[in-house]
């Protein structure tokens, strides 16, 4: 209680907010007086401003598609709104996909993935607009920020779930390994930010968020067309042969034997590796974490409490893989590890708005830990017993994360003097 009195001393008073991401802290946040944001965090999401990463050609040639749709909006619309809406296309093809394929072990029909591709064009270019639209009506604020990102962590499930559905992968180590991978991309991007202050877009000038985007709606939509079982069942040597038994002499048995899906989900997996190797070097060696000046000492602890904030979801993705894919319905998992994740991105994601100190253990993330334990060496428990519990747990991460994010918002529009919502009086231009 005492660091959060200080702090707010600091805003009304005595000398200025101190910026704490770089504070090393192990197992608690220090204490606030009031919701989730100190007082010096509040001042810092006000003064904050968004510094994004390098665009790639992708997102250049659509720029101009992009402005063009904004000012088809009504200049009424809140920016908010327009992401709002974009998520809401996630849920509509989420909806589907959990009604016409609830575990990711049949395929759904043509339709439905159709559907799920427009979701995917739709929700990504509202996505782009809503950042246009706030600068369009003169209300771009911080909260965009936190509601554009809390948006994209949560509708990960989605783009999880459309290709889950077509590639048939429930109820499998592979369906756990392309979730954890994501979501733990997505996390170290934002942690990247916290430390850096810079939010990584993309990989070079050809490869970012825009381009693997369009690129599953476009796959959604192609895969809308096709036999999706008998053209991703196929096994690699079927696909190979066409280029002669010579050719096949210098690929290993173990590709040959592999189906089609799963070199697809091997390389999404490579993918998301390098994607995470990148960022860790990104902030190993950014200024702020190993200062020209500093002793080898003070970078080395500076690297280790940098990292420090990553056992927590490393140890999400761990207990994922603790859990045998056949002892739960796949669904179940998926929400549950999911929604854990969101909580933890929005939470670094506000921390790092705010410039507060965010803990190496998250203890939002021990309850998964401990029923994961529980499942995985609890021979008495069914598999009706296990998806009970991970279904309660589901409901309690749905209210925490909403909790906390209202919480936060409140918090967030009082400091500003705005709506969540709608564009306040006197504010419009």
Not at 8 to 19: E, L, N, R, W
Not at 55 to 83: F, I, S
Not at 147 to 172: E, K, N, P
Request: with cysteine; net charge neutral.
């Amino acid at each position: 209680m005492a660091a959060a009195k200080s702090n707010g001393a600091a805003t009304s008073g005595g000398s200025d907010p101190k910026d704490e991401t770089l504070t090393s802290c192990l197992l608690f946040e220090p204490s606030v007086e009031k919701g989730n944001i100190s007082l010096s965090g509040l001042h810092f999401i006000a003064t904050h401003q968004y510094r994004a990463g390098s665009y790639t050609h992708l997102d250049n040639l659509l720029n101009p598609t992009w402005n063009y749709l904004t000012e088809l909006l009504p200049m009424w619309l809140a920016p908010n709104m327009v992401t709002t809406l974009g998520g809401l296309h996630c849920g509509l093809g989420y909806g589907l996909l959990w009604w016409y394929a609830p575990d990711f072990d049949k395929s759904p029909p043509d339709w439905v993935i159709a559907v799920c591709a427009y979701c995917t064009i739709a929700y990504y270019t509202l996505d782009c607009m809503d950042g246009k639209q706030a600068r369009r009506t003169g209300t771009s604020s911080p909260l965009g920020q936190l509601f554009d990102h809390g948006f994209d962590c949560i509708c990960t499930l989605f783009h999880l779930a459309t290709v889950s559905a077509y590639l048939c992968c429930g109820g499998t180590y592979w369906f756990i390994s392309i979730q954890t991978s994501l979501q733990l991309a997505f996390f170290m991007a934002q942690w990247e930010e916290y430390h850096t202050h810079i939010l990584p877009h993309c990989a070079g000038q050809w490869c970012g968020t825009t381009e693997v985007n369009y690129a599953l709606g476009l796959m959604a939509f192609l895969n809308s067309l096709i036999d999706r079982e008998a053209f991703f069942t196929r096994s690699m040597k079927e696909i190979l042969k066409p280029m002669g038994y010579s050719f096949l002499e210098y690929i290993p048995n173990v590709l040959e034997e592999m189906e089609l899906r799963h070199v697809g989900m091997c390389g999404w997996n490579v993918m998301s590796v390098i994607l995470m190797i990148m960022s860790v070097r990104r902030v190993l060696i950014h200024p702020r974490i190993a200062p020209p000046s500093a002793s080898y000492a003070e970078v080395f602890q500076s690297r280790v409490n940098a990292m420090s904030k990553l056992l927590t979801p490393f140890a999400l993705c761990l207990a994922a893989f603790l859990v045998p894919p056949k002892a739960v319905r796949t669904r179940y998992l998926s929400v549950t590890l999911g929604l854990c994740f969101s909580i933890l991105t929005k939470k670094i994601i506000v921390f790092s708005m705010a410039k507060m100190p965010f803990a190496a253990v998250q203890w939002d993330a021990f309850p998964l830990l401990l029923i994961a334990m529980w499942i995985r060496f609890d021979v008495n428990l069914t598999k009706m017993g296990a998806d009970f519990v991970l279904g309660i747990l589901c409901f309690y991460y749905t209210w925490r994360m909403l909790h906390w994010v209202n919480t936060a918002i409140d918090q967030i529009c009082e400091r500003l003097d705005i709506y969540c919502f709608t564009i306040k009086r006197g504010k419009r231009d």
